[in-house]
């Protein structure tokens, strides 16, 4: 079956950097994309980006630009996110998530368990 | 960006109730919505896709609807499982944005 499994969970000092993993299995790893997406505590879900696993390609929110680096492994079928220049403001459940597209629609069918990033000096 | 507005916040219900919960999008986008449940701990789960189609292994007693800006799910009979937090999701324009969320609370 499908699953995605993520790295454990990670503290960081503010200005520090973090790079959670999402290893894939149950199918072709490179025949669908890798979204991310975090929750921070008492929030609602934030879309952080996505990328083929196929292409490279990526797309993700500016919210994020400078900082954020999507990247995959194919030969581990493994996502990778990393986010720099961390501040408090960044701790949050990571969540990888499957890209699963009908039509023109883009859904998540399966996602990682999640990945607590903690940011405190 | 679209903004997605979801309603209410929460929702107080008793078992084998029928509840509605609505998002509601800033400009029109298709069918591009989702709806997925939380639970504190576990990743979340896809209920509907494109707006009105029932995700593999989920319980008929879910059903969404709508098109262009407003959207609806329903829990037609809710069982004990279901009391948790609901988040829609459009995916017609990135960045892909998600409502506040609603949580349905045992009356």
């Known amino acids: 079956q499908v699953q995605l499994m993520q790295s454990g969970d990670a503290v960081r000092k503010p200005g520090a950097s973090v790079k959670v993993s999402c290893r894939s299995s149950g199918y072709v790893f490179d025949t669908y994309g890798i979204s991310w997406v975090r929750q921070a505590p008492g929030q609602a879900l934030e879309w952080i980006g996505k990328?083929?696993?196929?292409?490279?390609?990526?797309d993700f929110s500016q919210k994020f630009l400078g900082r954020l680096f999507m990247t995959t492994d194919k030969s581990k079928d493994t996502a990778y996110m990393e986010l720099r220049s961390l501040t408090s403001d960044d701790t949050a459940v990571y969540f990888c998530a499957r890209d699963r597209w009908v039509g023109e629609i883009l859904y998540y069918d399966h996602w990682g368990q999640g990945t607590l990033v903690t940011v405190s000096s | 960006d679209i903004q997605v507005t979801q309603s209410p916040s929460s929702l107080s219900a008793a078992v084998g109730d029928r509840v509605t919960i609505t998002c509601r999008a800033s400009q029109s986008i298709n069918s591009h919505l989702n709806w997925y449940q939380l639970k504190p701990g576990k990743a979340p789960k896809l209920l509907i896709f494109a707006a009105s189609d029932l995700q593999t292994g989920v319980p008929p007693r879910f059903s969404g609807s709508g098109s262009g800006t407003d959207f609806t799910l329903t829990v037609a009979g809710l069982e004990p499982e279901d009391f948790a937090t609901y988040s829609c999701q459009q995916t017609y324009s990135a960045p892909y944005t998600f409502g506040l969320g609603t949580r349905l609370e045992i009356k």
């Open positions: 990328i083929s696993a196929y292409t490279g390609q990526r």
